[in-house]
């Protein structure tokens, strides 16, 4: 179980990392329509192509998008089941972490204070 916990915590930051690049949401956004070519997904951007290899690197590695090779052409799409798993994961995440807030302030609430004791 405990394992379980880490390994979802991890796979949780690397989707927030992956995430916290507004390219890499563009490029998520993107491919949410289909397969792109890596030059299709560079004319969409301002900026070199190296730099759109890295942010594909970080998504591809975060588990969001899959690659396929065909000949010299090197082809990117959203992967669906784990977009969807991640955002699972980061919902049930926020989920627990509202819930120990709310039962924070809930005992704050309901605990009088030593001057009302008074």
């Known amino acids: ?40 997904i560079v004319r969409h951007f301002a900026m070199s192509q190296p730099a759109i290899v890295k942010h594909l690197r970080v998504l591809k590695r975060a588990g969001l998008i899959r690659e396929r090779r065909s000949g010299r052409w090197c082809y990117y799409r959203l992967d669906h ?3 969807k798993a991640a955002y699972e994961q980061m ?5 627990t972490i509202l819930a120990l807030r709310l039962e924070s302030l809930k005992r704050h609430v309901e ?6 004791k008074r």
């Open 1 to 40: 179980m405990r394992r379980q916990r880490r390994a979802n915590a991890l796979s949780v930051a690397s989707y927030v990392s992956a995430l916290s690049d507004k390219t890499r949401r563009r490029i998520l956004r993107l491919l949410a329509f289909g397969e792109l070519t890596q030059a299709d």
């Open 111 to 116: 605990t009088p204070e030593e001057d009302e």
């Open 81 to 83: 089941d784990a977009a």
């Open 91 to 95: 919902r049930r995440e926020w989920e």
